[in-house]
């Protein structure tokens, strides 16, 4: 698929950008530009190895010094009982790189469907969240209105179906945002995620 062989350059492009500086601004900006309701029906219907699925991300904590994000991930058909639920936190890791640190919640249940308040998790303190340690997204600045980045290697452990680690890559746009998250074994065979690429989920809403 043409899209999914640009998404491979974009990465690879990243690389050589990935001295591009960052500054306060510019964590603000991808902040905002991660802010949304998203989803992937359209590539869904282009390519049936891809689900119709809709990611929400919202702001939370908004007194923080850090940028907190508040993310549910489910089924179009079935949004109510989200797959994926995780709290993300940006800060500057260096010059010229962004990391957004990434937890679950414990009794993470209760929470569903927070992303339609105006501050979600408001009453949740920072010990009820547990870290994914190694599963941080880092994360360079291609242009203004573009970042790029990945996990590190495979230092984000994973079991699911039989993995033993994970990666992500994504590509951020101010209209869209590409998700490749992949799960392998001790050998390094893939045992779940998409295959031929990653998944791209377009904006439909900004909140």
Do not use: H
Request: aromatic share 14%; hydrophobic share 35%; charged share 25%.
């Amino acid at each position: 698929m043409k899209q999914l062989f640009i998404l491979l350059l974009l990465f690879s492009f990243s690389q050589i950008n990935a001295q591009n500086k960052i500054k306060e601004s510019d964590l603000r900006n991808l902040y905002n530009l991660m802010i949304g309701s998203f989803s992937s029906e359209n590539q869904s219907k282009q390519d049936s190895n891809y689900f119709d699925i809709r990611l929400k991300m919202v702001p939370m904590w908004p007194e923080s010094e850090y940028y907190w994000l508040y993310v549910e991930q489910a089924m179009a058909s079935n949004e109510n009982k989200p797959y994926r639920q995780r709290v993300y936190r940006l800060s500057k890791l260096n010059d010229t790189t962004i990391e957004s640190r990434v937890y679950t919640v414990k009794n993470g249940e209760k929470y569903y469907g927070e992303w339609k308040l105006e501050y979600p998790l408001a009453n949740l303190t920072i010990d009820s969240l547990e870290e994914r340690k190694g599963c941080s997204i880092f994360l360079n600045k291609i242009n203004k209105d573009e970042f790029s980045g990945s996990t590190n290697k495979n230092d984000c452990e994973s079991t699911l179906k039989g993995a033993s680690y994970a990666t992500s890559f994504v590509n951020i746009y101010p209209d869209m945002l590409i998700s490749w998250d992949r799960g392998f074994d001790k050998d390094g065979n893939q045992v779940w995620g998409a295959v031929n690429g990653g998944y791209i989920f377009t904006k439909i809403e900004n909140y």
